[in-house]
């Protein structure tokens, strides 16, 4: 096992890291700007634009927010024996508590960014910009986690269904099915 393999395992079996990265991450970045008064991306815009990038930023989380709820119907209609394994191995409830974590995550983010958005004025008295730079930071590590599990999830599911339907026959495909539909619909029009 490879270092790499070690530690998207560690990562993977550790959700609260995503808080912990983000809360890192801002931290040093709010060091660097209080440090050397530099590195402020969200002061050089304007109140204005910042609070149409926070309303565009809670469509876009809410959006992969609701395409995270599709893809848990997916992976729960899904149901081969690979994918009845994994569940069957797995503790009671920790594959639910990772999907309900994973949409958690986004209500959280969306929350952030309104708090965000409503709090922050000419000038941002109260550094509102610092609560959406880190919801942001923290939605992008939970989207990645989302689709790195939803990932794995498909992969079981895709080999049940590959293996089920090996042994149907394959459909031929006609190579000249096109040219003759073209000379039929030329010769129709």
């Not at 990772?98 to 929350?111: E, F, K």
Request: net charge neutral.
């Amino acid at each position: 096992m490879g270092v790499r393999t070690s530690i998207i395992d560690w990562w993977a079996e550790r959700a609260w890291a995503d808080y912990l990265v983000s809360a890192t991450v801002l931290g040093a970045h709010l060091f660097v700007v209080r440090t050397s008064g530099s590195g402020d991306w969200l002061t050089w815009i304007g109140a204005a634009q910042r609070t149409d990038m926070y309303a565009a930023a809670t469509g876009a989380v809410s959006a992969i927010g609701g395409l995270s709820a599709i893809a848990i119907a997916i992976y729960t209609t899904a149901n081969g024996e690979r994918l009845r394994a994994v569940r069957q191995q797995q503790q009671p409830g920790e594959l639910r508590r990772t999907w309900r974590s994973l949409l958690q995550g986004t209500a959280l983010a969306c929350a952030l960014i309104l708090a965000a958005f409503s709090l922050d004025r000419d000038e941002d008295p109260l550094s509102a910009r610092f609560i959406f730079e880190y919801a942001i930071l923290f939605a992008s590590l939970r989207f990645a986690r989302f689709v790195w599990f939803f990932d794995k999830i498909m992969a079981i599911s895709d080999a049940d269904q590959v293996e089920e339907g090996s042994s149907r026959a394959v459909p031929v495909r006609d190579p000249n099915w096109l040219e003759r539909r073209r000379r039929q619909h030329d010769s129709n029009g």
